[in-house]
């Protein structure tokens, strides 16, 4: 069964950066998959911030692009998410997830992360 | 950017009935269209894709039809556990992917 974990701090204070990690589990980080974040701020819908493969190549969402690093490490079988110059609009719940070509197949559970000072 | 449009907003049924959920999309998607469950405090659950296609171990009640930029998410027969928000994802334009606004199914 695959399995994605998120981890990071749940506060960040504003024009700061939100890093986050994704443990995956169950399946190869170098399968033929591609490992995305997606975010939900409290109380309204999906977004998709972008995705890596094993072979380090991105792809991100145009409204996030100029802030957005998404890494990932394969010795540790687990991919990265970097948010930079953070407000309040970037508070949200983060989700890492398994990528189809099309669709996304397997979810994390989720991570609140909060712009505050 | 493809948008899609899910309507209505909100859907009050009660169990046993049947919901219609719709997904547009601004431009066609082909059948590069899939279908979420929601529950709160839950991540998602993908449910269809490729428009039509249950994903593993999601009953029968519910199916997915359509192409180009049209699409409905029906579930015959509305279970307790059905009560949540669905979403419309798309992945035409690839790399691109985009989610539709919701729809929220409540108890009438």
């Known amino acids: 069964q695959v399995q994605l974990q998120e981890s990071g701090p749940g506060l960040v204070k504003p024009s700061g950066t939100l890093s986050l990690t994704c443990a995956v589990s169950?399946?190869?980080?170098?399968?033929?998959?591609?490992w995305n974040w997606v975010r939900q701020p409290p109380g309204k819908g999906l977004e998709w911030i972008g995705e890596?493969?094993?072979?380090?190549?991105?792809n991100y969402n145009p409204s996030l692009k100029s802030r957005v690093t998404i890494s990932v490490d394969k010795s540790k079988n687990q991919f990265s998410l970097k948010l930079s110059s953070v407000t309040a609009a970037d508070t949200a719940v983060y989700y890492c997830a398994r990528g189809r070509n099309y669709d996304i197949d397997y979810w994390g559970q989720g991570t609140l992360v909060t712009v505050s000072s | 950017e493809i948008v899609l449009t899910q309507s209505p907003a909100t859907l009050s049924l009660s169990p046993g009935e049947r919901a219609t959920l719709s997904c547009r999309a601004s431009q066609s998607v082909s059948t590069y269209l899939a279908w979420y469950q929601q529950k709160p405090g839950r991540a998602p659950r993908l449910l269809i894709y490729?428009?039509?296609n249950r994903a593993t171990g999601i009953p029968a009640r519910f199916s997915g039809r359509g192409s180009g930029t049209d699409f409905t998410l029906t579930i015959s027969s509305l279970e307790p556990e059905d009560f949540a928000v669905y979403y419309c994802?798309?992945?035409?334009?690839?790399?691109?992917?985009?989610f539709g606004g919701g729809t929220k199914v409540e108890i009438k």
């Open positions: 994802q798309q992945r035409s334009n690839w790399p691109e992917l985009t």
């Open positions: 490729d428009a039509s």
């Open positions: 890596i493969y094993h072979s380090g190549s991105t």
């Open positions: 169950g399946d190869s980080i170098s399968s033929s998959n591609w």
